[in-house]
C-alpha cells in the first residue's frame, strides 16, 4: 500500500488570502485525486491529477478557485485561492494502487483548514 | 450515472451485539464497492472492497459485506460490536478502475456500554 503525507496537517486563514497543499506519496502514482469534507459532510471529488496532463475538474470546482499541479509521479498541490469561511473544511489527496489495477485507493491524513 | 445511498445517518448498538450498516447502490456496469471508516480526527482507513471475486467480502476487525446484484446492495456487518468500532462509515462506489470514488453521506456507529 501507498503512504501519503500531507502539509501542512492543519491551518487557520484570513479570508482572501490562498493556501497550498502539498501531497507526498512514497511511491509512483500515476493517478491523483483530490477531496473535500465539508464539516460534518461526506467527500467530494473536487479534481483528478494525472502527471503530464492538465487536472480534470468536477462539476462545481474551477481550476481559478483550486489550481492544481503535479509535476512528478510522486507529488501533487493543491491551492485553494481567495478563501472565505465557506472553503473551510478537510482536503485530502488519494492515490490510487497500481497493483490492484487503482481499484484501490488510499488517502493521506488530511488537511483541516479554517478560514476566518 | 452512479451513486451510493447509505440508508442510515446514525446507528446506535450495545457493545457485543451486532452491527448493521445499509448501503445501496445505483451503477451502470458492474461496479467496484468498498467501504471505508474514518475515526475522529484521523484519516480514511479501507475496511474492505468488492471487485466482482467472492460476493462475500471479509475485511479487517472482523467486518464483512456481502454484494447483492439483485438488490444492488452492499450492507457491512459485523457479529459483535467494539467500544473501538465507534466511527464514521462511508460506502463508495467506483464504476471503472481509475476512476474516483463517490461516497455515500456516511453512517456514524455509536457504541454503548
Known amino acids: 500500500s501507498a503512504v501519503i503525507s500531507q502539509k501542512p496537517s492543519r491551518d487557520i486563514c484570513q479570508r482572501g488570502t490562498s493556501l497550498t497543499i502539498q501531497c507526498q506519496v512514497d511511491?509512483?502514482?500515476?493517478?491523483m485525486f483530490w477531496y473535500r469534507q465539508q464539516p460534518g459532510q461526506s467527500l467530494t471529488l473536487i479534481a483528478t491529477a494525472n502527471q503530464g496532463s492538465e487536472a480534470t475538474y468536477e462539476s462545481g470546482f474551477v481550476i481559478d478557485k483550486f489550481p492544481i499541479s503535479r509535476p512528478n509521479l510522486t507529488f501533487s498541490t493543491l491551492t485553494v485561492s481567495n478563501m472565505s469561511p465557506e472553503d473551510s473544511s478537510i482536503y485530502l489527496c488519494?492515490?490510487?494502487?497500481?497493483?490492484?489495477?487503482?481499484?484501490?485507493?488510499?488517502f493521506g491524513p488530511g488537511t483541516r483548514l479554517t478560514v476566518l | 450515472a452512479q451513486s451510493v445511498t447509505q440508508l442510515d445517518s446514525h446507528v446506535s448498538v450495545s457493545e457485543g451485539t451486532p452491527v448493521l450498516l445499509r448501503c445501496n447502490y445505483s451503477?451502470?456496469?458492474?461496479?467496484?464497492l468498498f467501504w471505508y471508516v474514518q475515526h475522529p480526527n484521523k484519516g480514511l482507513q479501507l475496511l474492505l472492497k468488492?471487485?466482482?471475486?467472492?460476493?462475500l467480502v471479509k475485511g479487517i476487525n472482523g467486518f464483512e459485506a456481502e454484494f447483492k446484484k439483485s438488490e444492488t446492495s452492499f450492507h457491512l456487518t459485523k457479529p459483535s460490536a467494539h467500544m473501538s468500532d465507534a466511527a464514521e462509515y462511508f460506502c463508495?462506489?467506483?464504476?471503472?478502475?481509475?476512476?474516483?470514488?463517490?461516497f455515500g453521506k456516511g453512517t456514524t456507529l455509536s457504541v454503548s456500554s
Open positions: 488519494s492515490v490510487g494502487d497500481r497493483v490492484n489495477s487503482y481499484n484501490e485507493q488510499f
Open positions: 511511491s509512483q502514482v500515476t493517478m
Open positions: 468488492y471487485t466482482s471475486a467472492a460476493t
Open positions: 463508495v462506489v467506483s464504476e471503472t478502475a481509475g476512476t474516483a470514488l463517490i
Open positions: 451503477s451502470s456496469y458492474s461496479p467496484s
